[in-house]
């Protein structure tokens, strides 16, 4: 038996509405909220949130010498078709060169790594 549910991800970043709004357009959903806090609410699947961080420092990829804090795999059907549409919403590639591989390595507008899975 399980002790909880997952509430919700929690992303730090510089502008919570600005972050909500581009996993909005990555995932679908509703943004919900204003100033420090905005979810971000995914029909049937779980909510992301997104909250004010003062001094927010993206992680860096790879590196070895510092943690990737974490990182978000986002399936998708075409990789070709989603790393276009990722990348005309703001995203930057970080590891996506190989394109032999099922997934392809991307930094969301605030710098948190996420990977496109076709998988």
């Not at 970043?13 to 909005?24: E, I, K, M, S």
């Not at 005309?88 to 392809?104: C, I, N, Y």
Request: glycine share 10%; charged share 20%; aromatic share 8%.
């Amino acid at each position: 038996m399980a002790i909880a549910e997952l509430g919700a991800v929690v992303l730090d970043c510089p502008d919570p509405r600005a972050l909500a709004g581009f996993y909005a357009g990555v995932l679908g959903g509703t943004v919900e909220g204003e100033g420090d806090w905005v979810d971000l609410k995914i029909p049937d699947g779980p909510s992301l949130a997104f909250q004010t961080a003062p001094g927010f420092v993206p992680p860096k990829w790879p590196a070895p010498d510092a943690s990737q804090q974490f990182h978000l795999d986002l399936t998708v059907q075409d990789l070709d078709a989603a790393e276009k549409e990722v990348l005309a919403l703001g995203a930057k590639p970080l590891d996506a060169e190989d394109r032999s591989r099922t997934f392809r390595v991307y930094a969301d507008p605030a710098g948190h790594p996420f990977c496109l899975c076709a998988c």
